[in-house]
């Protein structure tokens, strides 16, 4: 294990969380980022609590083996389902979108919000759960969306317009606002705000950047000293796909890369 704490680590289930690393890296400047997107499971929305404790585990135990001081799991799908797990396994600060999201709707002060998620977020419940817990007069409606994940992790753009009007007109009338409950949305927030004008789009970039900045001096583990920023990502399986589906919105020029199963260190 490195005995030098040198990153924030970011996990997600493929390009989806490079939203937030970009966001994280862009205003939180002086600090390195390591990355890991897990496409050699994707997609996690159709994998069982189970195996998503599996997964979260492993990457963060990884994350912490390479020197992360802090890890934010930047996928709603692990946030929702085995965040818990994912802090038992390791001796850092864990940290999930799901909380940062649902407070950045609720300070709009509106009434109805449809979450858009992976199957195995709407099946934890735990949106509305937060959603009510913190909100108790909020009409929340859910509605699984795979296939913006698979068009989005396939560059298969031209397809996404029809997927969102398919999962978001049901609802465009009895709601005043969609919560991108997957990292993945946000990539594509720009067809959600042009299909849909009247409605508040939410996602968690705001809302993530707060909460690492708060966390860091919580912790008293923000780099003291200047430094160069450095950022690395790993897929676990195909960084070609990961370059694929990413490409148009993240720049990989000054990033150090890496491919490969998390054992192979």
Known sequence: MSNVREYIGIVDSGVGGLDILVNLATNIKNENFFYIGDNLH????????????????????????????????????????????????????????ARPTIKGFLNHKLDNVLVLATKATINSNRYVDFLHELGPNVKVYQQEAPKLVEYIEGNKFELIDAAIVEYVDPYKDKIDAIILGCTHYPIVQANFERLYPSLLIINSRKQMVQLVNEKLDFHDIRNK???????????????????NASEHFFDYEQVETYEGGLNNE
Do not use: H, W
């Open 42 to 97: 994707v997609p996690y929305g159709e994998k069982t609590k189970e195996q998503l404790v599996t997964y979260g585990t492993k990457l963060a135990q990884y994350l912490e083996r390479k020197g992360a001081k802090m890890i934010v799991v930047a996928c709603n799908t692990l946030s929702l389902n085995a965040i818990d797990e994912m802090r038992d396994a390791v001796n850092i600060p864990v940290y999930g979108i």
């Open 225 to 243: 000293e200047k430094i160069e920023q450095k950022i690395i990502v790993q897929a676990t399986k195909s960084l070609a796909e990961l370059k």
